[in-house]
Structures are given as structure tokens and as C-alpha cells.
């Protein structure tokens, strides 16, 4: 059980058009993928990802870590002093489970399904 490497950094957006815009129109990113209810933007660089959501308001930006099995990583952390957030569950495209640090930031744990690889 370990981490492979950033899976993406997540920053959390009041209103996901108006921050569409603004990454998109001024920065000039391109979308490559996202959520079916538009809550979730993904936007993919040379050396990793970046999205924009409405998941984690308030909670401050997060980070996503691609690990081998999130389960049993998610375990470990709980053990650990983390707190769930919202429990492994499956996208259609990865398994991942949500967890705040034991100071309260957010952490994700992240698999893609293995036809996303």
C-alpha cells in the first residue's frame, strides 16, 4: 500500500461558471473532464491536475493522492488521526474516499478504474 504521486489538487468555488471563466478565459486552461452535475472541473497540465469544485466549501484547497487501494489506505489513515469526510465510493472513473488531516485539511485518496488508467 502506497502513494504513486499527485493525482490532482482540487480548489474549492463558490460558483463553478464564474470559476470556469476565469480559468479558462484568463488563464486560458482547457477543460478535460469533470463530474455529470458540473460540480467537479478538471483541467489537465503537463504534470498533473488541477480542478475547481463545489464539493469542499469552506474546507479549504485539497489534495489528491493516487494509491494502490483506497480502502485499506483510508483505514490506515483513520487509524492514523484522520477523519472521514466522506467514505471510499466509486465515480464511474475512480475510487476515493475523502478525509481531513488531523489539522483539518483536506486529503483524498484516489484510484483511477482500471479502463482509465
Known sequence: MSVKHIAFTSYPVKDIERARKFY???LGLKRG???SQGQWVEYYLDNGCFAVT???QGTGNGIGFEV???DAMEKKL???GGKSKKAA???GV???AVLHDPDGNVLMLHKKNADRA
Do not use: H, K, P, Y
Open 68 to 70: 494502490d487501494d483506497v
Open 94 to 96: 475512480c475510487r476515493m
Open 54 to 56: 463545489t464539493f469542499f
Open 24 to 26: 479558462e478565459g484568463a
Open 78 to 80: 483513520l487509524a492514523s
Open 89 to 91: 465510493f466509486d465515480t
Open 33 to 35: 473532464g469533470g463530474d
